[in-house]
């Protein structure tokens, strides 16, 4: 290809820029280079550049797609330097225009809030009265009166710490590198390192004011310090000694001296003063002289007592558990944490919607009191509900479709949260969408615990029930709108009349500083959480679901519009966590009569022989284990005797949305049939409407038997009795960790659950089939059995070390909002958060592994994916669990080899020796999608590096053949197969 790059670089960046550009191609300007360069090689420029990037860099690169056009490829440093299309703009300038001066400049005796010029009395104010808005909009119950106080007063005291000496002279110079960072990183002498930030200072001011005020309780004075405090992320800093009121106290009055100190506590009274002077003539609110004083002492003695009080006082926990807390007392601090959760997100979106005002424009919403006119546009408005009544319309009116309506109608007549259960082909996605129609709802959130579960209702939705609503899947991986090509632009997201989503979308509402205003659809839609049982053993998702029910329920009673669905409700969690009662659960009867068998095949998981996953299958068979790993081996064993499909979760992007459609239309009803078995990780066992004849499963807990008996005969069409076979170890049986399988089921928090069903199915279970109705009463008599165990009883001690887990990680900070202070870039990446809640996850590359003949696999020259070569294309990519990379020696593999065969990699400057060093950076780096640990290489990089002879026993490979691909898999584990 033919590209063409342009250098707006600055200063340093200047020369370091060119002699890069310089090696690759050739100068034709000043700041021009243009050449014939590969893909690879194209790659290779960016890097460096990347690798060198400061906030003088930059740099754009145009592909020459014929005499007249080009296409913009990247831009790496400083985007501003271009415009959108990366034209060089010309004839600009940074002076005020004759209409944009504004007619008041800033004064020196006036406080101001941010570098539109607003004055900070009035943006506190306006905030303040927002907050309080939204608060009252989103949970409409008068019941919560107390906390509607606290969202107006935690806005009208958020930014009072921007009285700060320091910041007034960084927002009154007016020549803000970056003011959009309103203050957060002020361009100045000192250092946030050594210095409060103006939420920090602002929580201290609030500690001295609170010893004067009036009428608050306790537990208002609490949630006031942490939205504070919260309302903006937690500084990163290197060596944080901020550990207290007291430590923001010391560095503030060391920092601007006693004297400057005692004039800002004077400027704070001052302020709330003019605070309440503008609420008491806007509607006459006096909530501000109700409960913090208007006239102040300001003695040694008040600051002497200030000063006592807030010694060893720490600050907000963003998440306040203990490893000591009993079920009920985490069950009342989700509901704390879930209050907290939406008084923040009330606060920090009025800010937003206040801050993008002019000063001027500010100051005329309050003189004329037209303030809620700014939540106008936060109004929903859509066609949905005819939609829905279409969908009501696409059944024969049978009696499967009555007893249908009749269960929406009880659930949409519930007080409270709503919960819906029923056998798997019951019809639980038109009951919900019918409650949802019931419910009037304009807006509809479909909340699911993984990528597949989406994938399965998006498709279900955009098929049979919405085909012509705006139905959107929203997903790290798939954001699409009506069909699987039609990609959803990115300021369209979220806008769907219904929007199918993983619940990591929804919780990064409450665990981040940037999405914390999504909260607020969240409130106001009506919500659907789908498979939510899958919640209870995963780490962190089973508290932080918590908190989101108890935010929901704080709306009035009929009011929660939320549903909660699923085949296998977990009766423990619901009455221990969530506060519902078994009785309250909505049934819906099976209409599927035919007969059912489950039969138990004992299995030595070491060996082949007798290995029921290893066996050849036929005629329309599921074959469903817990991991990905059995489920590919069994596939490479019988691939030449089995028309099969192979389907998990450990396959790049492209892959994994291929072979999804591959799966649906083979198995859905009346589909093509184009593979007779189906080999699967857990991932089918849910919201997929797919169905089998014969099943074999992996011992598994009751909620997962259930939820993949549900794909057997889904539809109720045999006339012969239908066959669950269940493999199960020794191991399992006795509830022990060894072996694989008993290991696995013990890391995911149901090993001692799994043992108890299996004990009560042996009592339960005669030779006799039975139906399948009949198993959901098992399921529920087994509850009921382990409920009058009490503190012995093994669904609960799972569900118990499940939650502390939880809590272990949340202590650990990992779902603490951090901002680390750095130049801001608008580069689009593909970035993995430090503070992921689905596990310290990072991005892979692997090479190509073609295992045809598993006996005799051969190593492929090239790698899994490759990079896209712009900054619009998606990458293909792979993620790895760092655990796994770390345990298996490859980060270390990795560290030895790879500034060598990448000399473009930031590691390749550290020396050989520092072995540690390199592999904190390898790892560090590998949360960018760029800059993927290799855990296998082809033979051309091994060749750099002393041959093929350096191949790693541990490599982790992407294995393919010619049926399709096999996925992620080491190559010792085929081991197994030829031993």
């Not at 021009?32 to 690879?40: A, D, K, P």
């Not at 004075?221 to 944080?240: C, E, F, G, M």
């Not at 085909?467 to 991986?477: K, L, M, S, W």
């Amino acid at each position: 290809m033919i590209v063409t790059l342009i250098s707006q670089c600055e200063k340093k960046a200047l020369a370091r820029t060119r002699r890069i550009l310089d090696a690759f191609a050739d100068r034709i300007g000043d700041n021009t280079w243009q050449t014939v360069i590969t893909l690879e090689g194209l790659q290779a420029i960016r890097r460096m550049l990347k690798n060198t990037v400061t906030k003088s860099t930059a740099v754009s690169c145009h592909r020459i797609r014929g005499r007249h056009r080009s296409e913009l490829l990247w831009i790496v440093g400083n985007r501003h330097k271009f415009n959108h299309q990366g034209i060089v703009p010309v004839n600009s300038t940074q002076k005020d225009l004759f209409m944009d001066v504004r007619t008041m400049k800033m004064k020196k005796d006036q406080f101001y809030a941010n570098t539109h010029g607003q004055l900070l009395v009035e943006h506190l104010f306006a905030v303040g009265y927002l907050a309080q808005q939204l608060f009252n909009k989103v949970v409409a119950n008068n019941d919560h009166d107390n906390l509607s106080k606290v969202a107006f007063l935690a806005g009208c005291l958020h930014d009072i710490g921007k009285l700060d000496p320091h910041f007034q002279e960084w927002v009154k110079k007016g020549k803000q590198k970056d003011p959009d960072e309103d203050g957060q990183h002020i361009d100045s002498k000192f250092s946030f390192d050594k210095h409060p930030r103006h939420n920090e200072i602002s929580l201290a001011i609030f500690h001295f004011l609170e010893q004067q005020s009036k009428g608050l309780n306790p537990r208002q004075k609490t949630s006031l310090q942490h939205v504070i405090y919260w309302h903006h992320a937690k500084p990163y800093r290197q060596n944080d000694d901020f550990t207290g009121v007291d430590k923001i106290y010391e560095y503030l009055i060391k920092n601007i001296g006693a004297e400057k100190l005692i004039t800002l506590i004077n400027d704070s009274c001052n302020l709330v003063k003019q605070i309440n002077l503008i609420a008491k003539r806007y509607h006459h609110i006096d909530l501000v002289e109700r409960h913090f004083p208007l006239t102040f002492d300001l003695t040694p003695d008040t600051i002497a007592n200030f000063e006592y009080q807030i010694k060893d006082k720490g600050l907000p926990d963003f998440k306040s558990y203990s490893n000591n807390d009993l079920t009920d007392v985490l069950k009342s601090k989700s509901e704390l944490n879930g209050q907290y959760n939406l008084l923040r997100a009330c606060v920090i979106s009025a800010d937003r919607l206040i801050s993008k005002l002019t000063a001027q424009d500010l100051c005329d919403y309050i003189e004329q009191q037209r303030l809620d006119e700014l939540l106008d546009n936060q109004e929903l408005s859509s066609n949905l509900a005819q939609h829905l009544s279409n969908a009501t319309t696409k059944f024969a009116n049978s009696e499967r479709t009555q007893q249908q309506n009749l269960v929406a109608k009880t659930l949409a007549e519930v007080r409270d949260i709503a919960v819906l259960a029923g056998p798997a082909g019951c019809g639980k996605t038109r009951i919900a969408l019918e409650w949802a129609r019931l419910k009037s709802s304009q807006k509809i959130i479909w909340i699911c615990p993984r990528v597949q579960v989406c994938q399965g209702i998006f498709q279900e939705l955009i098929e049979t029930y919405l085909p012509d609503a705006r139905v959107e899947i929203f997903t790290g991986e798939f954001k699409f709108t009506n069909q699987w090509n039609h990609t959803t632009p990115d300021e369209d997201y979220f806008s769907g009349d219904v929007v199918v989503t993983t619940i990591d979308q929804i919780l990064s509402s409450i665990i981040t500083h940037s999405n914390v205003n999504s909260l607020l659809p969240f409130m106001d839609a009506h919500i659907i959480f789908d498979e939510y049982h899958e919640y209870i053993g995963m780490e962190i998702f089973n508290l932080l679901f918590a908190e989101l029910i108890a935010c929901k329920n704080m709306r009035k009673n009929y009011e929660k519009n939320t549903l909660l669905v699923s085949a296998t409700p977990h009766y423990f969690y619901l009455e221990k966590m969530l506060g519902i009662a078994p009785d309250d659960v909505i049934e819906m009867p099976s209409f599927n009569t035919c007969d059912y068998q489950i039969e138990f095949i004992d299995y030595d998981e070491t060996q082949i022989v007798g290995n029921p996953f290893y066996q050849q299958y036929t005629d329309q068979t599921f074959v469903i284990a817990n991991t990905a790993l059995t489920a590919q081996l069994g596939f490479i064993y019988q691939k030449h005797n089995e028309n099969a499909v192979l389907f998990h979760s450990k396959y790049k992007k492209s892959d994994k949305k291929y072979w999804f459609n591959e799966v649906y239309d083979a198995f859905k009803k009346e589909g093509n049939k184009k593979y007779s078995v189906l080999r699967s990780g857990p991932i089918v066992q849910a919201s997929l409407n797919i169905t089998s004849k014969h099943m074999l499963i992996e011992m598994t807990s009751p909620e997962n038997m259930l939820q993949r008996l549900g794909r057997l005969d889904r539809f109720g069409e045999s006339i012969e009795v239908n066959l669950l076979q269940v493999a199960i170890t020794e191991n399992i049986k006795k509830g022990s960790c060894k072996g694989a399988s008993a290991y696995f089921l013990n890391q995911v928090n149901c090993l001692q659950t799994t043992k108890a069903w299996f004990d009560f199915l042996q009592q339960q279970l005669s030779a006799l089939p039975i139906k399948l109705s009949q198993c959901y009463q098992l399921y529920r008599e087994f509850y009921r059995q382990q409920q009058a165990q009490q503190q012995k009883s093994a669904v609960l001690q799972d569900m118990d070390s499940a939650l502390k887990k939880s809590i272990m990680l949340i202590n650990k900070k990992v779902t603490e909002p951090t901002k680390i202070i750095r130049t801001k870039s608008t580069e689009r990446k593909v970035k993995i958060s430090k503070n992921s809640l689905r596990g310290d996850n990072r991005f892979v590359q692997l090479a190509v592994l073609n295992i045809n003949d598993y006996q005799s696999p051969v190593f492929e020259n090239r790698y899994a994916y490759q990079p896209p070569f712009d900054d619009s294309a998606e990458y293909d990519n792979l993620t790895e669990s760092l655990n796994t990379i770390r345990d298996r020696g490859l980060i270390n593999y990795i560290a030895q080899k790879h500034g060598n065969i990448e000399p473009t990699h930031p590691v390749k400057g550290i020396p050989i020796k520092k072995q540690q060093a390199r592999c904190t950076v390898l790892e560090s780096y590998a949360r960018d999608a760029d800059y993927p640990l290799y855990l296998s290489y082809t033979e051309d990089d091994l060749n750099k590096v002393g041959g093929t002879g350096n191949r790693c026993d541990e490599a982790i490979y992407y294995a393919v053949c010619d049926r399709q691909p096999i996925g992620s898999i080491s190559l010792d584990k085929l081991h197994f197969l030829i031993k």
